[in-house]
């Protein structure tokens, strides 16, 4: 399913064969089974894709960017935390000095008033969560089943397998806030990925199956209901067929394994199906998006029964590029020269902030025209 980081989900994975050189100048492709074969015979403390597949430069700069990235976003965590705690003291310190100005009996009326208030709250929050359990246990009945498919473990770093962890638990929170939720299920649920999950505060209340086994195993007799969602498909899911299983692959990759998903379906021999994120809206890079992204736009979808509303509303508008459709679904551009789509992708960017910036843009549409 990029506000996170790209992942091979349900409407991210492209077609590719991941190949290996035999020593004779050769190459031989890898399937999805030798993959996992490869993958468990390397021991735990270095199953990584870089010690069998080593970076491009391009890769190298993709990563050493991502660090930086993420060391941004701890530095802004670390600030937040710290403004948190001074807020907390600020507030603390006011209601102190509130209460030091008052008599005794005003002081004890303003203290029982805070009580009520607070018990008003949480009765509000008990009955929410009343409410929620009663959702996603109904949801367990007659709701949309969605697997998350959690057997790409291995192909990750301890970065990347944390960053699928806090996108499973979007899944959840978004998933258990819908009027309408779906019944979640998380497959292959073993390993670091199982030590992880059990992690997250309240994880072992959550309302949804979690299995060790596959996907494939737990789900035996149902097959020829099973949906696997890549962008490597052929077929273009039109509707969500309440009686179908649809899979969202769940592998943070930053591309390493290109068409894993679509190569696992087929050698499986179960559906494969894309999203119709092309007929509504163009992309400005890859379809790639975050697993939370694509049960959104799931549930979105649940919601509406409108493809186009769910991409609009969840996709974030800088992966989107002239974005226009007409009533049929069919993207329209046919009418719209090269420059203008330039110009109308480049208002859209967020890179742009300065007018030396904008001139420069300006003139390098102009030069192609």
Known sequence: MEEMQNTESGVGVRNGDDCENNGNGEDRTISYEENDRNAGDIPASSKSPHASQPLSKRAQKKLIKQQKCEAKKAE?????????????ERKRKEWDEKLSTLSEEEKSKVIEERKGVRKERMEKRSEERDRKIERLTKAKENGQNIIIDLEFSHLMTVTELSSLVQQIMYCYAVNSRCASPCHLWLTGCNGDMETQLDKLPGSDKWIMEKKSES????????????VYLTADAEKVLDDLDPKKMYIIGGLVDRNRWKG??????MEQGIEAARLP????LKMSS??????NQVMEILLKYLETRDWKDSFFQVIPQRKRCGADGDENGRFVDEERSEESNLLECAKKSKTTSSVEANDREVEMVASLV
């Open 76 to 88: 802004k965590k670390a600030v937040a935390k710290e403004q948190k705690r001074l807020d907390k």
């Open 215 to 226: 996907y494939i195993e737990a789900l035996q007799t149902l097959k020829d209901s099973l």
């Open 260 to 265: 894993i998903t679509m190569k696992k379906a």
């Open 277 to 280: 994120i092309g007929n509504y």
């Open 286 to 291: 890859s379809q790639v998006l975050t697993v």
